[in-house]
Each structure stands twice: as structure tokens, then as C-alpha cells.
């Protein structure tokens, strides 16, 4: 099982929104390194869900629920993968906490601020989730009128995922 970290604006796509869709595709992603790494993607695969622009946190764990397929809605040749939540963390973890960690020095989330879909080795996804706060039993997974804990009877409509309702001035924005 690989891990992987993944950025959306909270604005555009928060963590709650996937909680309570169930499930989503992650779309729209076009820069050539975050496709090649959403590529690598498998059903299975970890996922740190993590906000961007002001908020600049890990939210939550994701799973990727599909095999990376071509986005036959996008000209310019993406692809996407479905994302189901697996669990909101008790409390984010700011990019400022984990910048001070040691054990995180060279991660591509620092490197490499604008990448949008990134590896996350198995040190470094135990460094993060570390810093997770305290306190309180961790959430469950959603609950609700689901196919099941966390698993929508069907994927939201195509583009409502992450990117797709980015607009070219939040792409900026984003950290």
C-alpha cells in the first residue's frame, strides 16, 4: 500500500464535503508531476487529505477507491481516481508544526509547495500523524443514510471533485 497526500482549498473541496458525499473523483488535476504520481495511485492506497490556501492543515485520511482512470470530460487528457474518507483527524495539523519536525526535512510538500498530489513515505506519514492532536477518541467513519460507513451508493456528479471547481485565481492562491 502506497500513501500519498493530496490538496484541496476547503473553499473549493473541504474533508467534511467528502465525508458527506461518501465518495468523489479527484479530477482535474493537470500539472504533469501530480498526474504522474495520481497515476501510481492504487484502490487502497492512503491518502492525507490536506487544505490548502489559508488554512494550510492535514484534515483527515482518505482512501483511493478506484483505479486511475482517464477523465473523458477533459480536453487537455487528465486523469482521476475515486476518494472515499476514511477518517477526520481529531484536530488539523498546520504546515507550520509540521515545517519545525526533523524527521519531515525534505518532504515534497515543503520542496515543492504547489504540487497538488504527492508521495508520502511510511516515516514520514508516521511523522505527521504524530502531531495529531490529543484528546478524545478519534472520529468514526461517517455515518448516514451510505451504502455503507463512508461509501456513497453512487459518485457525486462528475466534476464536483476537488479541482474541477478550482477557478484559475484560487489555483494561485494555493499553497
Given at each position: 500500500m502506497a500513501r500519498w497526500l493530496a490538496k484541496s482549498e476547503p473553499g473549493v473541496?473541504?474533508?467534511a464535503d467528502l465525508e458527506?458525499?461518501?465518495r468523489t473523483e479527484w479530477d482535474g488535476v493537470h500539472n504533469a508531476l501530480?498526474?504522474?504520481h495520481l497515476r501510481a495511485m492504487a484502490r487502497g492506497d492512503a491518502l492525507l487529505f490536506y487544505h490548502s490556501g489559508d488554512a494550510r492543515a492535514v484534515i483527515g485520511i482518505a482512501r483511493i477507491d478506484s483505479?486511475?482512470?482517464?477523465d473523458a470530460k477533459d480536453e487537455r487528457g487528465s486523469w482521476s481516481v475515486a476518494v472515499r474518507p476514511e477518517r477526520a483527524?481529531?484536530?488539523p495539523i498546520p504546515l507550520a508544526v509540521l515545517r519545525e519536525d526533523p524527521k519531515l526535512a525534505g518532504f515534497v510538500l515543503f520542496r515543492m509547495g504547489r504540487l497538488s498530489v504527492m508521495p508520502?513515505?511510511?516515516a514520514q506519514w508516521t511523522a505527521i500523524l504524530a502531531h495529531e492532536p490529543a484528546g478524545g477518541p478519534r472520529p468514526g467513519p461517517p455515518t448516514g443514510s451510505r451504502a455503507g460507513p463512508g461509501r456513497a451508493t453512487a459518485s457525486?456528479?462528475?466534476g464536483s471533485g476537488p479541482a474541477r471547481r478550482r477557478s484559475p485565481a484560487s489555483r494561485r492562491a494555493a499553497a
Amino acid at each position: 500500500m502506497a500513501r500519498w497526500l493530496a490538496k484541496s482549498e476547503p473553499g473549493v473541496y473541504a474533508y467534511a464535503d467528502l465525508e458527506r458525499d461518501g465518495r468523489t473523483e479527484w479530477d482535474g488535476v493537470h500539472n504533469a508531476l501530480a498526474l504522474r504520481h495520481l497515476r501510481a495511485m492504487a484502490r487502497g492506497d492512503a491518502l492525507l487529505f490536506y487544505h490548502s490556501g489559508d488554512a494550510r492543515a492535514v484534515i483527515g485520511i482518505a482512501r483511493i477507491d478506484s483505479a486511475p482512470h482517464p477523465d473523458a470530460k477533459d480536453e487537455r487528457g487528465s486523469w482521476s481516481v475515486a476518494v472515499r474518507p476514511e477518517r477526520a483527524l481529531r484536530g488539523p495539523i498546520p504546515l507550520a508544526v509540521l515545517r519545525e519536525d526533523p524527521k519531515l526535512a525534505g518532504f515534497v510538500l515543503f520542496r515543492m509547495g504547489r504540487l497538488s498530489v504527492m508521495p508520502v513515505t511510511d516515516a514520514q506519514w508516521t511523522a505527521i500523524l504524530a502531531h495529531e492532536p490529543a484528546g478524545g477518541p478519534r472520529p468514526g467513519p461517517p455515518t448516514g443514510s451510505r451504502a455503507g460507513p463512508g461509501r456513497a451508493t453512487a459518485s457525486p456528479p462528475r466534476g464536483s471533485g476537488p479541482a474541477r471547481r478550482r477557478s484559475p485565481a484560487s489555483r494561485r492562491a494555493a499553497a
